[in-house]
């Protein structure tokens, strides 16, 4: 199958790899751009906290670029959302990565309160590493559940648009057999570009397949019957819908 990647580059060349292992053919397609902030970053790291919060890798790739303000941080519980930031803040050099089974907010939230349910509640704030835009849904559950918890922004997505030249062979010319969206500002954009508006009627026998509901609904309702959402909200089970 053509694949159409719809995710940020360093993610994407991972996707790609484990595509062509299953024998598909990946097509890239990054809409956004990471822009680090690794004095946000290393200002969060000097307050006083009890454990990290992550909810991307992109965190992670921000807190390696710190390099040695970071050694005396890797004794810090990292909490983080998927397997794939598990292993980018173990990849950053962290002793100490809990995993949420799921790929959102509340499911991080869900560990970090299950987790102090067995362990105690520690006397510093939990420090979460965030990105921008992205979901409150995260330190809405925190709050909720009376979690103390600072956010600082380290990173954040800044939308680009490809040339019309460069997108046209990608979803015109050799129209995709299925599109990988891993988030909601991926689909938005993916569906705001002039050139997929003009070309919807090509795309018609593409099966957009999603990680999760909330991803999915930013897929036109045109496009309803086409769309398929992962059981498991991980790169493994949309792959698993190939």
């Given at each position: 199958?053509?694949?159409?990647?719809?995710?940020?580059?360093?993610?994407?060349e991972?996707?790609?790899?484990?595509?062509?292992?299953?024998?598909?053919?990946?097509?890239?397609?990054?809409?956004?751009?990471?822009?680090?902030?690794?004095?946000?970053?290393?200002?969060?790291?000097?307050?006083?906290?009890?454990?990290?919060?992550?909810?991307?890798?992109?965190?992670?790739?921000?807190?390696?670029?710190?390099?040695?303000?970071?050694?005396?941080?890797?004794?810090?519980?990292?909490?983080?959302?998927?397997?794939?930031?598990?292993?980018?803040?173990?990849?950053?050099?962290?002793?100490?990565?809990?995993?949420a089974?799921?790929?959102?907010?509340?499911?991080?939230?869900?560990?970090?309160?299950?987790?102090?349910?067995?362990?105690?509640?520690?006397?510093?704030?939990?420090?979460?590493?965030?990105?921008?835009?992205r979901?409150?849904?995260?330190?809405?559950?925190?709050?909720a559940?009376?979690?103390?918890?600072?956010?600082?922004?380290?990173?954040?997505?800044?939308?680009?648009?490809?040339?019309?030249?460069?997108?046209?062979?990608?979803?015109?010319?050799?129209r995709?057999?299925?599109?990988?969206?891993?988030?909601?500002e991926?689909?938005?954009?993916?569906?705001?570009?002039?050139?997929?508006?003009?070309?919807?009627?090509?795309?018609g026998?593409?099966?957009?397949?999603?990680?999760?509901?909330?991803?999915?609904?930013?897929?036109?309702?045109?496009?309803?019957?086409?769309?398929?959402?992962?059981?498991?909200?991980?790169?493994?089970?949309?792959?698993?819908?190939?």
């Amino acid at each position: 199958m053509r694949v159409l990647v719809v995710r940020p580059q360093a993610s994407a060349e991972k996707t790609a790899a484990k595509l062509k292992a299953l024998h598909h053919t990946p097509v890239l397609l990054s809409l956004v751009v990471p822009v680090h902030d690794a004095v946000a970053a290393t200002a969060g790291l000097a307050r006083r906290h009890s454990a990290i919060a992550i909810t991307s890798a992109e965190a992670a790739h921000v807190l390696r670029s710190i390099g040695g303000e970071l050694d005396r941080h890797l004794l810090t519980t990292v909490f983080a959302v998927g397997r794939a930031t598990a292993r980018a803040a173990t990849e950053a050099g962290f002793r100490t990565v809990l995993a949420a089974e799921g790929s959102d907010g509340n499911s991080l939230a869900d560990l970090i309160i299950r987790h102090r349910q067995d362990f105690g509640v520690p006397p510093e704030p939990l420090l979460y590493l965030a990105g921008s835009p992205r979901s409150h849904q995260f330190e809405t559950r925190l709050a909720a559940a009376g979690v103390a918890h600072e956010t600082v922004e380290c990173y954040r997505m800044e939308p680009t648009r490809p040339k019309r030249s460069m997108l046209k062979p990608l979803i015109v010319d050799e129209r995709p057999d299925a599109i990988l969206f891993y988030s909601r500002e991926s689909a938005r954009h993916f569906f705001e570009l002039p050139l997929v508006g003009e070309s919807l009627d090509s795309l018609g026998n593409t099966l957009f397949l999603c990680i999760s509901r909330n991803v999915a609904a930013m897929v036109p309702e045109r496009f309803s019957k086409s769309v398929v959402v992962s059981t498991t909200p991980t790169e493994e089970g949309l792959l698993d819908l190939l």
